[in-house]
């Protein structure tokens, strides 16, 4: 045990003699995390562990709290003018950039032109939107070219929302990922301790004045409490567990699931769940190429989905999982629905393999994208690969790590050129649970996320739910809406189950944001 010990130990580069500098554990964080950063640009990509690298350096104008109501962040507020067609925000007084230069009006429109050239929520708002501008240090304006109901809501979303980054940084094209990470938010990256698929440092910002109100899931105070956040990158979790168990690490971001019950029974370990509405599964095909350009190939990936067995080999305890889903904007929220759903409740293979041979497949090789050091992501691709065998698909599957999957699934090469077929990926909290803002759904063709689901049919009832305000209205809309994604399928949900984090019992103030956090966070 002391050898095994030792052994965790170096692989997190703890304090051996000739190994690594003590750092004062009282004011380290140590977590360990889900993927390793090699993309730091929030724009660029939508990957979970750059979503959560953005929000310890950036911060964003308006932030939803736990009622998911959108508040001021970095805005000290709005008014909206010229019956709804004007915008007026104004920023908060004393915010500084970490180089020490003065957050301005123009830096948040240039941020904000970038990210909604990109992001689902951002390009409907840029759809409406004639024009953003500086009217002076502290203050611009959104003009629309029609009344939208949903602009601070959007500007508010927890999912890559719109960082406010410096104007010269925001200038850089959407589609190249930026080379430079300062931002204006509690903590500071500090790059030459960066060293990918190992370790990510960041440092308490002295600077960052949090709002006054208390943290309220994103919205609130941001108070930097600890000095020094350390990311450790672990691919195996069970010696990530060992670290836990033996007190090496504070903070075990997304433990495997059949690992929740023995933790509990350890008194030094706390199991917290911070996100209500928990996490959806989905296998997301590439729309670009046969046979899964033609939504009979995907209707016929629904039939091969049981999503009790998914839950079963990802999840494994009950009590963190839905036998069946059937909405794509999550059950449980107020846009839960299963309309459309009801052929799909149970697999049938007979009318899978009928579907594929009317797309025209003819066992022609279909690439699946492998994450190996994912745990849960791994076992639902391997479910996902033996429901295509048993239907008669020629499967090749590629084996990769996460990061190296984040970087391919952005290539639009056909399949035998680099690309792929299929993989599996996850989302969750408010910006899933609403169709304008479910970055997955959005299905825009090119504007899409990879796997470029193109609906404009689709699209267009989305457009029609933003538009309505009233929720009574919009219901009928959202049914019509979930009735035509279950026949055009810009994917497959595979189940919704919860994913609560592992932190040592010293670890307090931790802040339930749907997503882990850092400010606030302390250890006693």
């Given at each position: 045990m002391k050898r095994f010990i030792l052994m965790v130990a170096l692989l997190l580069g703890l304090a051996v003699p000739g190994i690594a500098i003590a750092q004062d554990r009282?004011?380290?964080?140590?977590?360990?995390?889900?993927?390793?950063?090699?993309?730091?640009?929030?724009?660029?990509?939508?990957?979970?562990?750059t979503n959560r690298h953005a929000y310890l350096i950036y911060d964003t104008l308006y932030a939803m709290n736990s009622r998911f109501e959108p508040l001021p962040q970095m805005a000290e507020g709005h008014e909206v003018l010229e019956n709804g067609l004007v915008y007026r925000i104004k920023l908060r007084e004393g915010l500084r950039f970490h180089d020490g230069s003065p957050v301005r009006a123009a830096d948040a429109v240039a941020s904000l032109r970038r990210w909604m050239a990109r992001d689902a929520m951002g390009q409907r708002l840029g759809s409406v939107t004639s024009a953003i501008e500086a009217t002076d240090e502290r203050t611009f304006e959104i003009r629309l070219r029609e009344r939208w109901g949903l602009v601070i809501e959007t500007l508010a979303k927890a999912s890559t929302p719109a960082f406010i980054m410096p104007e010269r940084i925001a200038m850089t094209p959407p589609n190249t990922q930026v080379t430079e990470t300062i931002g204006s938010g509690p903590f500071i990256f500090v790059r030459d301790e960066w060293r990918p698929g190992n370790r990510v440092v960041y440092r308490r910002?002295?600077?960052?004045?949090?709002?006054?109100?208390?943290a309220d899931y994103m919205s609130g105070g941001k108070r930097p409490l600890m000095e020094r956040i350390e990311w450790l990158y672990i691919p195996d979790q069970n010696t990530a567990l060992a670290a836990l168990n033996a007190g090496e690490i504070d903070y075990y971001e997304a433990p495997p699931l059949d690992f929740i019950a023995s933790m509990e029974r350890n008194r030094n370990i706390r199991i917290v769940s911070i996100d209500t509405l928990g996490t959806q599964g989905l296998i997301r095909p590439n729309h670009l190429f046969p046979p899964f350009n033609d939504p009979r190939a995907r209707?016929?990936?629904?039939?091969?989905?049981?999503?009790?067995?998914?839950?079963?080999v990802v999840v494994g305890n009950p009590r963190l999982y839905?036998?069946?889903?059937?909405?794509?904007?999550?059950?449980?929220?107020?846009?839960?629905?299963?309309?459309?759903?009801?052929?799909?409740?149970?697999p049938n293979i007979d009318r899978a393999r009928e579907l594929l041979r009317e797309a025209g497949y003819n066992g022609e090789r279909i690439v699946v994208m492998q994450p190996t050091d994912r745990a849960q992501y791994n076992a639902a691709t391997m479910v996902l690969v033996q429901s295509l065998r048993r239907a008669g698909v020629n499967v090749d599957v590629q084996a990769m790590d996460w990061s190296t999957l984040l970087s391919r699934r952005a290539s639009r090469n056909p399949p035998e050129q680099g690309g792929y077929h299929l993989f599996i990926t996850t989302h969750g909290g408010p910006d899933t649970a609403a169709p304008v803002s479910n970055i997955w759904f959005n299905s825009r063709c090119e504007r899409a996320n990879p796997g470029w689901a193109c609906d404009m049919e689709l699209d267009a009832m989305v457009a029609d739910w933003a538009r309505e305000s009233d929720p009574a209205a919009r219901r009928p809309i959202l049914e019509r809406i979930h009735r035509r994604a279950w026949e055009s399928l810009p994917y497959i949900p595979y189940g919704q189950y919860t994913q609560p984090i592992a932190v040592r019992?010293?670890?307090?103030?931790?802040v339930a944001a749907g997503m882990p956090v850092y400010w606030n966070i302390e250890k006693r």
């Open positions: 009282a004011t380290t964080l140590r977590v360990v995390v889900h993927a390793n950063l090699q993309i730091l640009d929030p724009v660029w990509t939508t990957a979970f562990i910002n002295p600077d960052y004045v949090p709002r006054a109100e208390p209707q016929a990936l629904a039939h091969l989905v049981r999503q009790e067995d998914y839950m079963r839905q036998n069946f889903c059937g909405a794509f904007f999550q059950c449980g929220s107020g846009n839960d629905t299963a309309v459309g759903s009801e052929a799909f409740m149970r019992a010293n670890v307090q103030g931790i």
